[in-house]
């Protein structure tokens, strides 16, 4: 198989198996072979400045949430990356750290005000994410009583075998979309309390 020609369609490759099918030159990331495409896309994100989590919901348009956990930490590590790659080493002059500190107190100010940004964001978020699972929920527990009424309707054995085969698959359905939920909840709910702490 070839490799996708537009930009966008390489992010997939983050989720990539290693040694990846499509012979892709890969760069090592925490404990993850990412491949090169999809490092330089990431990177491209990360530079402007957006936060860590609009970059993981950017990529996830992409690739999906069945590899969010691996995503989160390989965007999590490119941007610590670069944030180390772009910080100026420490001056050993008395002058030049008290400017430093200066800046950093800046720093600090505009981190904050991401940070409570970032939290709402991703506040915002989970309370969507749980009116899902509730809906999801919902779902599950309606088509369980459609499995239950099986057994008191009148119908011939193929009709019945029918009806519950489909009852089956939506209930499969269900249990998916639930799943992915669970993912998204668990996700939005940990990036809360890294930016909660932040604001500690």
Do not use: C
């Not at 050993?92 to 200066?102: E, P, T």
């Not at 107190?105 to 509730?134: C, P, Y």
């Amino acid at each position: 198989m070839a490799a996708p020609s537009s930009s966008k369609s390489n992010f997939w490759l983050v989720a990539a198996p290693s040694p990846n099918f499509e012979d892709i030159p890969t760069i090592k990331i925490g404990d993850h072979e990412v491949p090169l495409p999809s490092y330089f896309l990431i990177l491209g994100l990360v530079e402007p400045g957006r936060s860590e989590d609009e970059i993981v919901q950017n990529v996830m348009q992409h690739t999906g949430t069945k590899a969010l956990n691996v995503l989160t930490e390989i965007v999590h590590n490119i941007a610590e990356n670069q944030r180390l790659l772009s910080t100026s080493p420490k001056s050993s002059k008395r002058f030049s750290v008290a400017l430093k500190k200066s800046k950093n107190i800046s720093g600090n100010r505009a981190s904050r005000v991401e940070a409570r940004r970032a939290l709402r964001v991703v506040e915002e978020q989970l309370e969507t994410a749980n009116q899902t699972e509730k809906k999801i929920l919902n779902e599950a527990m309606i088509l369980s009583q459609r499995k239950e009424e099986l057994n008191s309707m009148k119908m011939t054995p193929e009709e019945r075998l029918r009806t519950l085969d489909a009852v089956e698959q939506q209930m499969k359905q269900v249990l998916r979309k639930h799943h992915d939920v669970e993912t998204e909840i668990s996700h939005a709910q940990r990036l809360s309390v890294i930016h909660k702490a932040s604001l500690a």
